[in-house]
């Protein structure tokens, strides 16, 4: 029996259960590799790579290719897995790159952040989590050779970059944006902009670092805003390789010349404050000429198909 679009016709609420289960089932596999492999789960920063690899490909990536395969005759259109300009690309890539400066200032904000002394324990739950993350990724960082940059690279920049987006625009937005009906007379269509917050706001509570919550949902709603402009998934998954890519660049170039990376990482704050909100107003004016663009661009497409 063929499987392709085999559950097409299913209803938004049955399609989130199956890609739920679905991200259950790859859980439990990849926790059944670990058991076959119990070298990987050591503190050895090999094994930690290794972990990552699972963890991306088995919790998003495969689901996501799965589910597109059985909500659609055509999966990649259904990932919106299709070409787009290069001058949409490089826009896009240029448009993070500005944006670098201000996704700091906003981070610096998102530390500030306290809660009310109620919920002490949970800010320290909270601190204690980004302290571990913070170690984490600073272990898989700290390479020296041009061989651990390349690998670092692939793990930290393509692999999420491709994992996450193929998960979180390419299935969780496209659920979001799904018709629902509610009677036989009543159809309720999600605005896009529901759509691309609420991935957005998933998008970084699942990275489970909360005092980067802020930059990255910001982030992730721009990254949902260019697919629903440009209708390409490549362009999302560029601008986040371009921006987890840049991260592990500027580490290994600081490690290397014997910079203070926490200089680099404040960009755009404190001192260099005035540049955050440069970077931020040529951000806001990068997104809306990269909108007026696609509308043009769209509505002469339309005007040739029409023709």
Not at 27 to 37: A, K
Not at 113 to 123: G, K
Not at 176 to 189: E, G, H, V, W
Request: glycine share 4%; hydrophobic share 55%; aromatic share 12%.
């Amino acid at each position: 029996m063929a499987l392709r679009g085999k559950y097409e016709q299913s209803t938004t609420a049955i399609k989130v259960v199956q890609f739920l289960g679905c991200m259950f089932l790859f859980f439990i596999l990849s926790v059944g590799i670990v058991f076959l492999f119990p070298s990987v789960i050591s503190q050895d920063v090999v094994a930690l790579k290794w972990m990552q690899l699972i963890q991306m490909v088995s919790i998003f990536l495969l689901p996501a290719l799965c589910m597109a395969y059985l909500w659609s005759e055509k999966p990649l259109q259904y990932l919106h897995i299709r070409s787009t300009k290069l001058s949409y690309a490089v826009f896009a890539i240029l448009l993070i790159l500005v944006a670098m400066p201000a996704i700091n200032l906003f981070g610096a904000i998102n530390q500030k952040m306290t809660l009310p002394a109620f919920l002490e324990p949970l800010e320290t739950w909270m601190r204690t989590r980004e302290d571990a993350a913070a170690q984490v990724t600073d272990l898989f960082m700290n390479v020296s050779t041009y061989k651990g940059l390349v690998i670092n690279i692939l793990l930290m920049a393509l692999l999420p970059a491709v994992a996450e987006e193929i998960t979180f625009r390419g299935i969780i937005q496209r659920l979001f944006t799904a018709k629902r009906y509610t009677s036989s007379d009543l159809t309720i269509q999600p605005t896009p902009h529901v759509a691309i917050w609420c991935t957005a706001i998933l998008f970084s509570a699942i990275h489970m670092q909360f005092y980067g919550f802020l930059p990255r949902m910001l982030m992730g709603a721009l990254f949902g805003y260019v697919l629903a402009w440009t209708g390409s998934l490549w362009l999302p998954i560029l601008m986040h390789f371009t921006n987890n890519a840049m991260a592990v660049i500027l580490y290994f170039v600081s490690l290397r010349a014997g910079w203070d990376m926490d200089k680099v990482d404040t960009i755009g704050t404190n001192d260099t404050l005035w540049l955050g909100v440069v970077s931020i107003v040529l951000t806001v004016v990068g997104i809306y000429a990269f909108r007026r663009s696609t509308t043009m661009s769209n509505a002469s497409s339309r005007i040739s198909n029409g023709n």
